[in-house]
Each structure stands twice: as structure tokens, then as C-alpha cells.
């Protein structure tokens, strides 16, 4: 059975930083494109972060750019997105999930396949 899960998330004050992990079973991340995607409340689910297998390519929406890295371990079979100088609009339930590319990795993103987690909430506030 393929599954992912999340972990990490918490309360950080503004600045602050954390490291989520994305934990695959059933597959292996090593062939797999993987996407963070967060869902704050009240709004749409939004993509933040991806990672391509192939090529190693990433991609990162602007609001994070400079701020968050995705990383893979593939002997973890682990996907990680360090976040950081953390801000109160970063506050969201953060989800990964298997990708597909939008159009160019790198500029355009991914969106989610068939894979998700079930989410980690990261809450930024003083």
C-alpha cells in the first residue's frame, strides 16, 4: 500500500524556522516527482515547492522563494522542506504528494497525482 505521511509542522513565532518530512511507504521517492502544496484557512490549496527526479530540478513559488528548500534523502525515501524566516501568512496545512510537471519544471511547478498525505499544520504567530 503506497502512502505518504507528513510530519514536523508546529508553532514557530515570526522568523522562526522548522523542517517538514515526507515519508513514503509502498514506493520509492527516488523515481517519483514530489510537491509541497499548503492550504491556508480560508483559501485555495496552493503549490509551494517541487522536486523533480529526473534531473533534480526544483521549483519554488515566489511567496517562499529564498526562504524554503526541498530536499530529498532517497536512502530515508524521505522528501524534506526546510522552511525559513517563517512568516504569519506562511501559517497553512502543509501537504506532499506524488507530481506530475505543470510545463517547465522549474518555472512552471507540478501539481499533485494520486499520492497525498494527510497534511501537517504549521501555525506562525507571536
Known amino acids: 500500500q503506497v502512502h505518504l505521511e507528513e510530519s514536523g509542522g508546529g508553532l514557530v513565532q515570526p522568523g522562526g524556522s522548522l523542517r517538514l518530512s515526507c515519508a513514503a511507504s509502498?514506493?520509492?521517492?527516488?523515481?517519483?516527482?514530489i510537491g509541497w502544496f499548503r492550504q491556508a484557512p480560508g483559501k485555495e490549496r496552493e503549490q509551494v515547492s517541487c522536486?523533480?527526479?529526473?534531473?533534480?530540478?526544483?521549483y519554488y513559488a515566489d511567496s517562499v522563494k529564498g526562504r524554503f528548500t526541498i530536499s530529498r534523502d532517497n536512502a530515508e525515501n524521505t522528501v524534506y522542506l526546510q522552511m525559513s524566516s517563517l512568516r504569519p501568512e506562511d501559517t497553512a496545512v502543509y501537504y506532499c504528494?506524488?507530481?506530475?510537471?505543470?510545463?517547465?519544471?522549474?518555472?512552471?511547478?507540478?501539481?499533485?497525482?494520486?499520492?497525498w498525505g494527510k497534511g501537517t499544520l504549521v501555525t506562525v504567530s507571536s
Open positions: 504528494a506524488t507530481a506530475e510537471p505543470l510545463g517547465v519544471f522549474d518555472i512552471d511547478g507540478c501539481y499533485g497525482k494520486d499520492v
Open positions: 522536486s523533480s527526479w529526473s534531473d533534480s530540478s526544483t
Open positions: 509502498g514506493f520509492t521517492l527516488r523515481y517519483t516527482d
